[in-house]
């Protein structure tokens, strides 16, 4: 039996960003919270999170008095404060180190990676050196062959039973995956579309393993209302 926080918890979110892990986790626990937004306004709901906090970033997450950002670091408070065991290994399981790899690899590694040879592809005017094309052209196909080569022995990232790390991994795989599909458009990020993931069956397999899950289906009706947002 877990204890929730005391006050809801309040999530400073934009539609289609990284602030529905925030109310993924909280689906997940039954948990209240309460999103603030400015639905079907992406720029009205970036300039509210401006008046919250110098970084301008989702989430900013308010959880009693205290506020954070880094939803990776929120998880893990959250986990840590009020999860009582659930959706985390126990520091003395060897599943451990695993769960930690890639609850961070999602933001340290695998989105940046993912966005970075977006943004050097789309810049076609644009040469980068040689030592900046070799580290970063192809880093979305490195972070998809490293997410398949471990979902090909397991049913999650951090073993058998589903953890924040999952809910952390799910949107850096979307991403990573319209890298390899030049034709897809930004906006498919925001759904189902599988985009560039043909090649990856442990991937789509992983896939659909969570959009199978009712708080995952509750989070995106509720973080997305109207749908995936125009861009």
Not at 24 to 36: M, N, Q, S, T, V
Not at 80 to 108: C, M, T
Request: glycine letters at 6%; aromatic letters at 10%; one cysteine or more.
């Amino acid at each position: 039996m877990t204890t929730p926080p005391d006050q809801p918890i309040i999530i400073h979110h934009i539609e289609g960003r990284r602030s529905e892990r925030i109310a993924w986790l909280c689906e997940e626990f039954g948990w209240p919270y309460e999103l603030r937004y400015v639905p079907g306004d992406l720029v009205a709901s970036l300039e509210a999170l401006g008046e919250a906090h110098v970084m301008r970033m989702a989430p900013i997450v308010d959880i009693g008095a205290t506020r954070m950002v880094e939803s990776a670091a929120i998880l893990e408070y959250l986990l840590l404060r009020h999860g009582d065991g659930r959706f985390r290994p126990a520091h003395d399981r060897p599943e451990i180190a695993d769960y930690l790899q890639w609850l961070h690899f999602a933001e340290g590694s695998g989105m940046f990676r993912a966005l970075i040879e977006r943004m050097i592809l789309q810049l076609t005017d644009y040469k980068p050196p040689a030592e900046v094309a070799y580290v970063y052209v192809g880093g979305s196909r490195r972070v998809l062959d490293f997410a398949e080569a471990t979902l090909a022995t397991r049913p999650y990232f951090a073993g058998d039973a589903f953890t924040a790390a999952d809910i952390m991994m799910h949107f850096p795989l979307r991403a990573a995956g319209l890298v390899l599909d030049p034709e897809a458009p930004l906006t498919a990020i925001f759904s189902d579309t599988r985009c560039g993931l043909g090649a990856y069956p442990h991937i789509n397999a992983f896939l659909d393993r969570i959009v199978a899950r009712p708080a995952f289906q509750r989070a995106m009706a509720a973080t997305m209302p109207s749908g995936p947002p125009p861009r």
